[in-house]
């Protein structure tokens, strides 16, 4: 398996425009999470999904960002519209079920620039 | 969730053991404890994970204190490749996979 997925690697947009952070999970698992890191605030959860509904939504900052999951094999994470301090690198991960025992798998992440 | 806390940095010799301790005295009887490392420009990366016992995989060992207030990650013999940021993470059994990181530990292993 490839492993995580994420695209693009690098993204740099101007203030006001609308950002669109793509994940293909691993094959088989069936929870998903959306990640934010920044140096201030370290690694932050956004959003996670389980068999692809919204489970825990509480860390989308606001109501600016937005994530979907339409099928087991994509999710998207939407900014719109983009501001600088959404500057990050977001991270897109996979697990399965297994309860405890369950690690989770990340991508390499985007690098989000808004200027 | 239970609070964890580890050094901010720590440096170890290439070829050493690299002891890394995290203290996690709140951490209640149905919590695991995590690690994962992330090294720089990369996500991070599942390392082992232990709820009593001590644990030992081909990455690293984990002790657990007895009273599990605290726990240690030994890396063997680290190398320059294992210059990395180690987060410990308490998490509940039933916490739906969720991981919420702290600060980290910032390795940096010298030749």
């Known amino acids: 398996d490839a492993g995580v997925i994420q695209s693009p690697r690098h993204e740099v947009t101007e203030m006001g425009q609308e950002v669109t952070l793509r994940c293909k999970p691993i094959s088989g698992h069936d929870y998903l999470f959306w990640y934010r890191q920044t140096m201030m605030r370290g690694l932050e959860l956004l959003i996670y999904f389980n068999n692809n509904v919204p489970i825990d939504d509480s860390g989308m900052p606001e109501d600016r960002f937005s994530a979907k999951m339409p099928n087991a094999s994509f999710s998207t994470l939407k900014i719109q519209p983009s501001e600088p301090r959404d500057s990050a690198v977001y991270f897109c991960?996979?697990?399965?079920?297994?309860?405890?025992?369950?690690?989770?798998?990340f991508g390499p992440g985007t690098r989000l620039t808004v200027l | 969730d239970a609070k964890t806390t580890q050094p901010t940095s720590m440096d170890c010799a290439e070829g050493r053991a690299a002891n890394l301790p995290c203290n996690h005295s709140t951490i209640s009887g149905n919590e695991y404890v995590y690690w994962y490392r992330q090294i720089h420009s990369q996500g991070p990366q599942y390392i082992i994970h232990?709820?009593?016992n001590n644990e030992t995989n081909e990455m690293a060992s984990l002790i657990i204190t007895e009273d599990r207030k605290s726990s240690t990650l030994i890396l063997p013999h680290a190398t320059l490749r294992d210059t990395a940021v180690y987060y410990c993470i308490v998490r509940p059994v039933n916490a739906g996979n969720m991981l919420t990181f702290g600060g980290g530990t910032r390795l940096m292993v010298k030749p």
């Open positions: 232990g709820l009593k």
């Open positions: 991960a996979s697990s399965s079920s297994g309860g405890a025992h369950s690690e989770q798998f």
